[in-house]
Nanobody, 126 residues
Framework: QVQLVESGGGLVQAGDSLRLSCAAS????????MGWFRHTPGKEREFVAG????????DYADAVKGRFTISRNNTKTIVYLQMNSLKPEDTAAYYC???????????????????WGQGTQVTVSS
């Protein structure tokens, strides 16, 4: 059973940076897409960024392009989300999610992902 554990959230001021990590264990899962999503009360969970298992493709929501960077480590067991120039509107619970796949794809709908972490809170004060 695949398990995902996020870490790195916290309380920061506008303009600051944070790096979230998502550690994957269990499996085996050799080919996958990993996504980061965020959720605020009263809103639907939204796609933030995604990366294919080879690291060759990434995708970002328009709201975070140029500020956030998704990457993975060489062993492909940890996916990072580097968040720079944070804004109050980035405040949310952030979740990583994994999709087993044999092709290079980055779906943006939450229901396309079968495994989820427990989430980590990011709060950005103005």
């Amino acid at each position: 059973q695949v398990q995902l554990v996020e870490s790195g959230g916290g309380l920061v001021q506008a303009g600051d940076s944070l790096r979230l990590s998502c550690a994957a264990s269990g499996g085996p899962v050799s080919t996958w897409t990993m996504g980061w999503f965020r959720h605020t009360p009263g809103k639907e969970r939204e796609f933030v960024a995604g990366i294919t298992w080879d690291g060759g493709q990434t995708d970002y929501a328009d709201a975070v392009k140029g500020r956030f960077t998704i990457s993975r480590n060489n062993t492909k067991t940890i996916v990072y989300l580097q968040m720079n120039s944070l804004k109050p509107e980035d405040t949310a619970a952030y979740y990583c999610a994994l999709r087993r796949t044999l092709i290079f794809e980055i779906p943006i709908r939450p229901n396309e992902y079968g495994y989820w972490g427990q989430g980590t809170q990011v709060t950005v004060s103005s």
